[in-house]
């Protein structure tokens, strides 16, 4: 199957127009001042009822919505190709742009101009493309996963799950995949993927991650994330206590990494500790008192910090 170039009328692109008026959005606006190029990110936009995908890349823009392909010439949008599927994914890289969609379409171009269609072995749809710093990766029905160097050439991998994957992402030397009923597959070689226990059986479809922190979302306003390695110690760096008439005060200063969950523990003879509070960091410093009313005062105590459970 290969792509056709139609006139560029109303009539057989009912959304053109909606298409050039993007050109006024600030997204656009930031794209022509060159803030994006040479970098990737990805979006969503409802145009009419539409599902649309844009890509930026090394300053080029292409769009697909429906069986559309559009790219970004400067001053408006231009259609460069249709074809009688739906197109669901792109992504772009040095080697190429790529093109996916439904009944396990694949179409390359070096230019955005001209496509060729490529071989992906299957009919599921691919729903999402991404390149990953060295390779292509797609996802899409009944857990297909394919992968490619070049966008020309497409392997098939295993993994094991018949789920719709949604989304894939390469983060501090790992893949990670999302998928329906909550779906998670990670891999360090994008070829033999190995499902993580999730906590939510509800539907997962985009992921992100920044340093070692992993960000999944989906339905119903869910969002996951998870620290990828262990997280150093967090620390007491510092203590204040002062008696009231009623009540003892202990100010602690805490330092640790965001989403870190901690126990604080207390203790008279360094043998027998006993858990007083517990605190999650929003930031990497935490200042949090402990007051204990009635208490008759105490001999010497000593505050320690474990990891604590989720």
């Known amino acids: ?12 692109w009912p959304y053109h127009e909606d298409l050039r008026a993007l050109r006024l959005s600030a997204l656009h606006r930031l794209a022509m001042a060159g803030i994006v190029i040479g970098c990737i990110w990805y979006l969503y936009l409802a145009i009419g009822i539409e599902l649309v995908s844009l890509r930026a890349w090394s300053g080029a823009l292409v769009l697909v919505a429906s069986s559309l392909v559009a790219y970004w010439i400067g001053e408006r949008w231009d259609l460069t190709a249709a074809a009688s599927v739906l197109v669901s994914g792109v992504a772009g890289s040095d080697a190429g742009w790529v093109v996916t969609g439904r009944g396990g379409v694949i179409f390359s171009s070096p230019d955005t101009l001209a496509w060729t269609p490529r071989a992906s072995g299957t ?16 996802v899409g029905q009944n857990g297909t996963l394919l992968t490619s160097p070049d966008g020309l050439a497409w392997t098939p991998r295993a993994t094991g799950t018949t789920a719709w994957l949604n989304d894939v992402l390469f983060l501090a030397g790992r893949y990670f995949v999302c998928g329906t009923q909550g779906t998670l597959l990670t891999s ?13 059986g509800k539907s997962l479809y985009g992921l992100a991650g920044r340093g070692f922190q992993l960000v999944s979302v989906g339905v119903e306003g869910i969002i996951l994330r998870a620290p990828l390695e262990p997280l150093p110690p967090a620390q007491i ?35 027998t500790w006993r858990r ?8 990497s410093r935490l200042e949090p008192e402990l007051i204990r009313t ?4 105490a001999r010497a105590e000593f505050f320690r910090l474990i990891p604590a459970a989720p």
């Open 123 to 138: 009919t599921n749809w691919i729903f999402r493309v991404r390149w990953l710093g060295d390779r292509f990766v797609a």
């Open 276 to 283: 007083v509070d517990a605190f999650e960091f929003y930031n």
């Open 188 to 200: 360090t070689n994008a070829s033999e993927w190995t499902a993580l226990e999730g906590i939510t």
């Open 294 to 297: 009635n208490a008759p005062p």
């Open 237 to 271: 760096l510092g203590y204040e206590h002062r008696e009231c008439p009623d009540a003892r005060v202990d100010r602690f200063h805490l330092g640790g990494t965001v989403d870190q969950r901690v126990a604080l523990e207390v203790s008279e003879d360094l043998r």
């Open 1 to 12: 199957m290969a792509f056709s170039t139609p006139a560029l009328t109303s009539a057989n």
